[in-house]
């Protein structure tokens, strides 16, 4: 079946502008995450949702950054006022269930502040 | 609070030849889950295995092989008869088993060159 599916793969914006990120997870999947990914280092967490519920924000860096998943299924991730320290790779993934089930990732939104 | 260390950041080997990466996790919890993801150069990430606290066999799958020991924190991951296909960046992660966190925390990765 279809895996984890992120648009758009690429996102070259302006500092000062907002950036939509956007996920759709694999289908019957309850969780879904946010992880950001700088060049040469792993993944680190964002914030994750059971459902629609947004269950744990703490890695969310400051309140530029914010997420929702209004009917428990696409997630979209959105930046305001971007700054080139935001530039990195987003990565999506999601579970079956939210009991630390397998996470599978998608191919990611390279994003790129100038 | 939860910490994943992989000491080689780069490793290079001809064809043919074995490899271990190594992975030392950190955690003050008893019961979590560890994992092994690939990073090829297309850049997805691609889950490999899940290995939970409480099961320290080891495990087999082809030409890969994983061996968990709790006495040390280890989570090594050896790949047999290497082939060019696996060059790639190789992360080790821990998840804590709810009602933790439901995070996964990643090592920095291994870039993984495998010459022909």
């Known amino acids: 079946g279809a895996g984890v599916s992120q648009s758009p793969r690429y996102k070259v914006t302006k500092r000062g502008q907002d950036v939509a990120l956007r996920c759709d997870p694999i289908s019957g999947h309850v969780s879904l995450y946010w992880y950001r990914q700088a060049l040469g280092q792993g993944p680190e967490f964002l914030t994750y949702f059971n459902y629609e519920a947004q269950q744990d924000k703490s890695g969310l860096p400051n309140d530029r950054f914010s997420a929702e998943r209004p009917e428990g299924s696409i997630s979209t991730l959105t930046i305001q006022r971007t700054e080139q320290r935001d530039s990195a790779m987003y990565r999506c993934?999601?579970?079956?269930?939210?009991?630390?089930?397998?996470?599978?990732f998608g191919p990611g939104t390279r994003l790129t502040v100038l | 609070a939860q910490k994943v260390t992989q000491a080689q950041t780069e490793i290079s080997v001809v064809e043919k030849e074995d490899v271990t990466l190594d992975c030392v996790y950190e955690?003050?919890?008893?019961?979590?889950?560890l994992f092994w993801y690939k990073q090829p150069p297309s850049g997805e990430l691609v889950f490999l295995i899940r290995?939970?606290?409480?099961?320290?066999q080891n495990e087999i799958s082809g030409r890969y092989s994983w061996n968990f020991q709790k006495s040390t924190s280890s989570f090594n991951f050896t790949i047999t008869a290497s082939q060019v296909v696996d060059s790639a960046v190789y992360f080790c992660a821990l998840s804590i088993i709810p009602p933790g966190a439901q995070k996964l925390v990643f090592g920095q990765g291994t870039r993984l060159t495998i010459n022909p």
């Open positions: 993934a999601s579970s079956l269930e939210g009991q630390a089930d397998t996470q599978y």
């Open positions: 955690t003050r919890d008893t019961t979590y889950y």
């Open positions: 290995r939970n606290s409480f099961d320290e």
